[in-house]
Each structure stands twice: as structure tokens, then as C-alpha cells.
């Protein structure tokens, strides 16, 4: 079945660095690759998504980079902020029986140090 | 428009006994779905729904039972509870899965 691989689970950085999660999928099918932001004791919310036609994806700090060819996508997030830090999952459509559904990566914990 | 909402937020329960996780939504999503969240696990699929009437499993199925009668409504059932499904369970909604999936708060279950 699809797996989603996520790299690394933990990750520490000073604030204002970069930070870089990477994921990598299985299923040359998969189409859409969103990003969860889950804060402690919280739900997990979306933060940014990639469709399989488009490359790459801006929102603010957070970006977000997509190589089908190579099966994984990344996410970055620029001059890191105290409050950046959480629980990140990646994830990939997958198709099933019925319909599509998402499979999610293990996770990645961020810790944002002033 | 409370969104997404699930009850209980906390549950403990005897190896073997039964419950329903109830969740609904007021955003007239077709597509929900049920995840378990362990430690170092993720958000693991246990199943999910892209209509009324319709219902597929997903990554871990298995000690889970799922209907969609209504758009709304989506419960889990835990036919006899194990330690092994402790967890915090999540529903999510949305207009299909490649959309933005909104999450309920979660319910936390204890097996003993």
C-alpha cells in the first residue's frame, strides 16, 4: 500500500533559521500532497497543499516543493518563530475502492528555540 | 457553524466492552473519515466515507465499525474493546480529500 515517509521526527532550531521537513510517497498515482500543523493538546489543521501540476507553493513563511519524478516533497519555513513550533504531518492521496483518501507521514516535532 | 464536533472528549472503557465515538459536522461535507493518533504513529486511517450509504475501510480497520445514514453524522463503533486501541481518535470532514480536511477536537479512549 502507500506509504508516506517523513524525515526527521525531531527537529531543533534557533529562531529566525530555516527549517526543512521531507517526505517521500509511493504511489506514482498520488495527486495531492497537503501539510498539517497539529499544536499541543490541538487538532491537527492544514497550513499549505500541493497539487501534482505545480512545482512549488508560497504562503508567507512556509513553502512548499514538489518533485514527482523523485516521488517526495518538502516543507520549508523561513525565519522560524517560537510559535512555529508543533507537530508537522505530510500526507499523499491514495486512491481506494470507494474514493481517495490521504495516508499521513509519522510526523515531525519542531521545537522553535528563542 | 460549529464545524466539526465529537463526543465524547474522553472515554475509559474495560477490555471487551462496546461504544460509539460520535462525530458530525454542519458544513455539508461529503467525505469523512476516522483516524487513530498514537505516539510516533501519525494519523492512521481507520476508515472513511464519501456519501451517505457509502463507506470503505482504510489503514487499520480491523475492531471498527463504520455507517453514513446521514451527511452529518459518521460514528465508529469499538465492537470489544482491546488495549491496543488506545488512542486519540479523529474525525475529519471535507468537500473531498483533496480539499482541506477539518479535523474535530478528538476524543481520547483508555482500554483497561
Known amino acids: 500500500g502507500e506509504n508516506v515517509e517523513q524525515h526527521p521526527s525531531t527537529l531543533s532550531v534557533q529562531e529566525g533559521d530555516s527549517a526543512v521537513i521531507k517526505c517521500t510517497y509511493s504511489?506514482?498515482?498520488?495527486?495531492?500532497f497537503p501539510w498539517y500543523k497539529q499544536e499541543l493538546g490541538k487538532r491537527p489543521q492544514l497550513i499549505i497543499d500541493?497539487?501534482?501540476?505545480?512545482g512549488e507553493k508560497k504562503d508567507q513563511r512556509i513553502a512548499v516543493t514538489l518533485n514527482k519524478t523523485a516521488k517526495h516533497f518538502s516543507l520549508h519555513i523561513t525565519e522560524t518563530q517560537p510559535e512555529d513550533s508543533a507537530v508537522y504531518f505530510c500526507a499523499a492521496s491514495k486512491s481506494h475502492q470507494a474514493g481517495t483518501a490521504l495516508i499521513f507521514g509519522k510526523g515531525t516535532t519542531l521545537s522553535v528555540s528563542s | 457553524n460549529a464545524g466539526v464536533t465529537q463526543t465524547p472528549k474522553f472515554q475509559v472503557l474495560k477490555t471487551g466492552q462496546s461504544m460509539t465515538l460520535q462525530c458530525a459536522q454542519d458544513?455539508?461535507?461529503?467525505?469523512m473519515s476516522w483516524y487513530r493518533q498514537d505516539p510516533g504513529m501519525g494519523l492512521r486511517l481507520i476508515h472513511y466515507s464519501v456519501g451517505a450509504g457509502i463507506t470503505d475501510q482504510g489503514e487499520v480497520p480491523n475492531g471498527y465499525n463504520v455507517s453514513r445514514s446521514t451527511t452529518e453524522d459518521f460514528p465508529l463503533r469499538l465492537l470489544s474493546a482491546a488495549p491496543s486501541q488506545t488512542s486519540v481518535y479523529f474525525c475529519?470532514?471535507?468537500?473531498?480529500?483533496?480539499?482541506?480536511?477539518?479535523f474535530g477536537p478528538g476524543t481520547r479512549l483508555l482500554v483497561l
Open positions: 475529519a470532514s471535507s468537500y473531498s480529500f483533496v480539499e482541506t480536511q477539518y
Open positions: 504511489d506514482s498515482a498520488s495527486n495531492y
Open positions: 500541493i497539487r501534482s501540476n505545480v
Open positions: 458544513m455539508n461535507h461529503e467525505y
